[in-house]
T-cell receptor, first 114, second 115 residues
């Protein structure tokens, strides 16, 4: 149990729709990262938020966007859904206290795009 | 692309030590070796990390070769609950100043612990 919670756990959307996924970070953690994990692959970094600003982004198009709120919770928004967006979306929180902070992952949201 | 190479799968008998190898021949001097694992239907879980010295915690031991080009994760007494995909990752350590949340995962090693 990491203290990172994600909602919903499962979601079904159709191509072209928009989706919002939510993440509550572990208490005391002010950094949130989002990952996409396709079936059989390792997670891929989407972006990171620190103190409500995006700080680092992977190779994902602009239709993937996010927000971080003052309580450090976060949202991942995906517009114009495509079939290839079907994946497990993982949220991870960390605290930049000291060196080498480790990431604490939630259990993810399984998104299916039909 | 991931900077590490791992075997795609391994088997281990319950109660025996599981030794998971990882090659990272292009590792830089300021890069740490991290290990995470992912049990089916869960998010990845941090196991251990190190720079150049061997490390041990309550979950595992990490042995890094002197030239730092490879490492081995050791689960001393594997149980059925250790069945998971294990990821070896190298990344720059240090205080926050960049994309510290950016872990580059490969496909990992699928460890199957058998009774």
């Amino acid at each position: 149990e990491t203290g990172v919670t994600q909602s919903p756990t499962h979601l079904i959307k159709t191509r072209g729709q928009q989706v919002t996924l939510r993440c509550s970070s572990q208490s005391g953690h002010n950094t949130v990262s989002w990952y996409q994990q396709a079936l059989g692959q390792g997670p891929q970094f989407i972006f990171q938020y620190y103190r409500e600003e995006e700080n680092g982004r992977g190779n994902f198009p602009p239709r993937f966007s996010g927000l971080q709120f003052p309580n450090y919770s976060s949202e991942l928004n995906v517009n114009a859904l495509e079939l290839d967006d079907s994946a497990l979306y993982l949220c991870a929180s960390s605290s930049p206290r000291g060196a080498n902070e480790k990431l604490f992952f939630g259990s993810g949201t399984q998104l299916s795009v039909l | 692309d991931a900077k590490t190479t791992q075997p795609p799968s391994m088997d281990c008998a319950e109660g025996r030590a599981a030794n998971l190898p990882c090659n990272h021949s292009t590792i830089s001097g300021n890069e740490y070796v991290y290990w995470y694992r992912q049990i089916h239907s869960q998010g990845p879980q941090y196991i251990i990390h190190g720079l150049k010295n061997n490390e041990t915690n309550e979950m595992a031991s990490l042995i890094i070769t002197e030239d730092r080009k490879s490492s081995t994760l050791i689960l001393p007494h594997a149980t059925l609950r250790d069945t998971a995909v294990y990821y070896c990752i190298v990344r720059v350590g240090g205080r926050y100043g960049g994309s510290q949340g950016n872990l580059i995962f490969g496909k990992g090693t699928k460890l199957s612990v058998k009774p």
